[in-house]
């Protein structure tokens, strides 16, 4: 089902943890879906320095998340604004096809913790507010619904046929 | 390594007595049931004893109210659709309940797409539906209810005794899903006035893909497989006469041993149950603690989530599952445990562990072990079991 | 006494090639292909290896255009059933032939309970639909055409290549029912144009009771087997590994003697049918002389009917069938032999004479022998041909 | 399939064939049904003395005529009008349920020909008028459709439900 890559990911995950005083945090995904995912930064001189995750998923999940801190790291700010859930999901030697799903929160959580950095920065938000959990698909890589393989569009997080419930109870 | 399956409600091994009877089958080249020689006699006469042997099963007055099929689905989606395409004259509701499994949930849905109208009545926080909720959901125009027998998710059985006697009452049909529990525990169609009855024989040591259903005599259904004459002219097809054969040699087996069975799985329950808290905190144990599947162990840790520990026992050579292998695919937190009031994430780190006939106490311990240290891994990664400690470090 | 099979297209013995991968499947203990963890992956790997063979028998582009089911039957109804409501806002129209299988006919009934309209086009003598009656019978609320590949009673081929591209131009869904072709014969869904192809496994000496349907990228149906996840979503239910496996390696084995098979095959008709008029007088054979099935021959004897030639030849040692058994269970005359214009008591004298792999010219002239001996007895007992007889002599 | 009394019955038939001057021909059945049958017979003083008979039909109806023209034989007419289909049956030891139908032929030919003797005595036909085909069931032993199992009416040969067309061709 995962790739060597995947697995290896998996079973030793790169850059677990906490940064105490991170620069940047970015936490997508909820327990509804699935994964969640927190991302923390040390930054310095718009380089990523140090990167660290924490992400409560599935294999994937885990696997996109340590993968996507390899690639982040060292990065510049404006590098690392350009990695791409399709860079991270090809990293890993691919995806399951329901998973893509999961994957799409990797750079997410990155791209957010940017944010978060950079919002600080110009004294938008406090060091600990917390990022809003924000779930958008690229147009180049298509989101399937975890339940049943339906295209996903935009800001869906599962399809509409799959609702949960046939009726109210009596 | 070894590799230990505690996923037995998703895989059983063969017992020998059915890959015997299956491997004779394949080599004795069975001609065609429907033919009009001599090969056909043969094939005829394995069929029908194979059919005498299910309605023993379940006890059935007449092996004419078996009918085989491919696989549990493929009864559920006859029962169902079946009765409802058969009395939509009379009425377009149905009664089911929010934790059946994807074949009566789907072929539901579908029958809503045609019109028909579901009343999908709720559990408790054991998962057992109470029989008056069924009452009280029945209408004038309700013409079939259907309440599954074991929860393949939690092992929760209903009382289906008391929700045939409902239906009866109220003159409507009554189907149950009972591919997990046939062959395991005792059943009896007679005695608890079932009228329709799916069940399958992988889950009784059987074959994979072959099935039955019990359609008691004067309940009409309209095929879902519509050709031939096959199967007293209620499912057409050409027999998959090997796998008909396994599946009458497993419940031959499943008769004979099914009291001892039952006592080996209690024990492993009893054992495992006793076990886990040397092993594991801050965990649930879903399911009703007494009306269950005596072989399975719905197990929620929390603050993980359960494809990575299926994973992670996996690479240690313990198979279990996050729930039945057929609804997976779906990444959702399951409808069965939200169904019993469990959170989201909660719902998310749960694991289904089934034991078989070859499981010891050893396995378990074993397990318990593996299941010990992948959770602690797993946990030093997840933000909520950070948040949790967090708080409790805080009070 | 020997036992020779001439009714393989009721029963054809397993290739040994077929019977081994089935009893390994079943010694290797599979596990549940959709299940999460090792032993499902192997499952999972044979099942998709399966389904690339049954892809390159049919030249389908994708594997994930074939979904595994449990007979011909099945096939033949999720296709024309699955269209049909798939498509229902479309229109409510169907167009199929008078010569059809029971399994598209009663589909079809059934679909005509639930307010779709059927209109069914004739043959010619020979049994062959006309790709411009097709053309003509489609009307704007047309959503499907459900027309055979070979017949299963008298052999015929249709044009289904033109009666595709008629289809094609008119945007109507293509289902052919090629139950009694493929592997028998070359077919090329991409070549052909065809939208959904039902096919079964037996009839190229795989197991029974396992088929398969083809349905072309971007056709949308709706499951017959409504459920879990299986099939890429397709037919829900646990899956027939061991009869897959079975199939598959008889596909493997079709593929590679197809042309040899056709060949031999088509030697033993030819010899069949110069030596049949040296035993018998007075019979037809039907069905289209070229454009037919190799190993198939129907054959009216007059005067006697078939089912009594049948019993007197099985005592004999030949096993034969008046139509293909899986219709049987009905006396009445063929609908198909009445479509090509046969009376009734010609229709009633008819048998299908099908040849096998194994099948000898020796065989045919000692079975030839028997038929007339048998043929001798039962028009000494019957009033037609006595009737026939004064007339001759009265004239 | 079939008792071994049938397959008896079937593979040597009892009095096959034709009565030269018949005092009484009773023909019921015909090709649509499958069956058609023919019983002949030689009456003196209200006995037949012989019988004979020939059927186009499938085996069910061979050993039906064979066994019904040795229960005949030797009868008085008054006797011979009592044996009913369900006799036949009987002396068969059994008949598939889907070959009852074809069963009910047997008496039924037979009743006809007695009833042919009778005319004839009476002046009502001429030796050589057929009968009239005419299928009947008894009440006591159901009939069933050939095709269905659908139990039958009286005077149906098919149930409804089964009549051949879909719909007139295009
Ligand atoms: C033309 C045709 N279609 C469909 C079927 C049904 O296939 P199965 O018996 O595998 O269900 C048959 C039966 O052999 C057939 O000959
Ligand atoms: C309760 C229940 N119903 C139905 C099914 C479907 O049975 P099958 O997979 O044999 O189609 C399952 C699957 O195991 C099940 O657990
Ligand atoms: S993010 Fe993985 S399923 Fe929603
Ligand atoms: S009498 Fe035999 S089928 Fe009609």
Same mark, same amino acid.
């Given at each position: ?18 940064? *105490? ?56 700010? *404006? ?16 995806? %399951?096809?329901?998973?893509? !799903? ?24 406090? %060091?600990?507010?917390?990022? *809003?959990? /924000? !779930?958008? !698909?690229?147009?180049?890589? /298509?989101?399937?619904? %975890? ?18 419930? *046939?009726?109210? %109870?009596? | ?102 074949? +009566?949930?789907?072929?539901? =849905? ?68 009972? +591919? ?29 893909? +072959? ?58 329950? =009893? ?85 078989? +006939? ?38």
């Amino acid at each position: 089902m995962y790739s060597k890559t995947v697995m290896d990911h998996f079973k030793k995950p790169r850059n677990v943890g906490e940064i *105490e005083k991170a620069d940047g945090i970015g936490q997508i995904g909820n327990p509804v879906c699935g994964d969640m995912m927190t991302i923390y930064l040390d930054i310095e001189d718009d380089v990523i320095k140090d990167i660290k995750f924490q992400t409560f998923g599935c294999g994937a999940a885990i696997a996109v998340s340590s993968m996507l801190t390899e690639l982040a790291k060292g990065k510049t700010l *404006e590098e690392a604004k350009k990695i791409t859930n399709k860079d991270v999901a090809k990293a890993l030697d691919g995806l %399951p096809k329901n998973k893509l !799903h999961c994957s799409n929160l990797g750079a997410d959580a990155l791209h957010a913790a940017i944010k978060n950095y950079e919002d600080r920065k110009a004294g938008k938000v406090m %060091p600990d507010d917390n990022q *809003e959990d /924000k !779930h958008e !698909h690229d147009h180049d890589e /298509k989101c399937y619904c %975890p339940y049943c393989d339906a295209e996903l569009g935009d800001g869906q997080t599962f399809c509409k046929s799959c609702s949960l419930s *046939e009726e109210e %109870p009596a | 390594m070894g590799y230990y399956n505690l996923d037995h409600i998703n895989f059983k091994h063969l017992v020998p007595e059915a890959s015997q009877a299956m491997i004779d089958a394949i080599k004795a080249e069975y001609g065609n049931p429907s033919s009009q020689h001599q090969k056909g006699d043969e094939a005829r006469e394995v069929l029908e004893k194979s059919r005498e042997t299910m309605a023993r099963l379940i006890n059935a007055k007449d092996p004419r109210e078996i009918v085989f099929t491919s696989c549990g689905t493929e009864s559920v989606n006859m029962a169902v659709k079946g009765l409802a395409w058969a009395r939509q004259d009379k009425g377009k509701h149905i009664v089911t309940c929010n934790t059946e499994h994807n074949a +009566v949930i789907r072929s539901l =849905r579908r029958l809503k797409q045609l019109g028909f109208q579901v009343t999908s009545v709720p559990v408790d926080k054991y998962g057992v539906v109470n029989p008056q909720t069924v009452k009280r959901a029945i209408r004038e125009s309700t013409i079939l209810v259907s309440i599954m027998h074991a929860n393949n998710e939690i092992g929760t059985l209903h009382p289906i005794g008391e929700i045939a006697a409902v239906c009866r009452e109220a003159g409507v049909a009554y189907h149950c899903d009972a +591919v997990d529990s046939v062959g395991t525990l005792p059943i009896d169609v007679e005695g608890l006035g079932i009228d329709l009855l799916s069940f399958a024989s992988n889950p009784f040591y059987g074959p994979k893909g +072959v099935g039955a259903l019990y359609i008691r005599r004067g309940i009409g259904l309209w095929n879902l497989l519509d050709g031939g004459a096959q199967e007293n002219r209620k499912r057409a097809g050409t027999e998959n006469l090997v796998g008909i054969v396994g599946m009458a040699a497993a419940a031959e087996v499943a008769m004979r041993d099914m009291e001892k069975r039952i006592e080996h799985y209690k024990s492993l329950r =009893r054992h495992f149950l006793a076990e886990l808290p040397k092993y594991l905190e801050d965990y649930l144990i879903n399911g009703h603690p007494e009306q269950c599947l005596p072989n399975h162990i719905s197990l929620s840790v929390r603050h993980v989530e359960g494809e990575s520990i299926v994973l992670m026992l996996d690479e240690q050579g313990f198979a279990v599952s996050t729930r039945s292998a057929c609804a997976s695919g779906s990444l959702r937190a399951s409808h069965v445990l939200l169904s019993t009031g469990l959170s989201f994430a909660d719902a998310q780190g749960t694991l289904v562990i089934s034991f078989g +006939v070859d499981t010891t106490t050893q396995i378990i311990d074993k397990f318990l072990a593996a299941l010990e240290e992948s959770v602690k891994t797993l946990r030093a990664i997840s933000p909520l079991y950070a948040a949790a400690q967090k708080e409790k470090a805080g009070k």
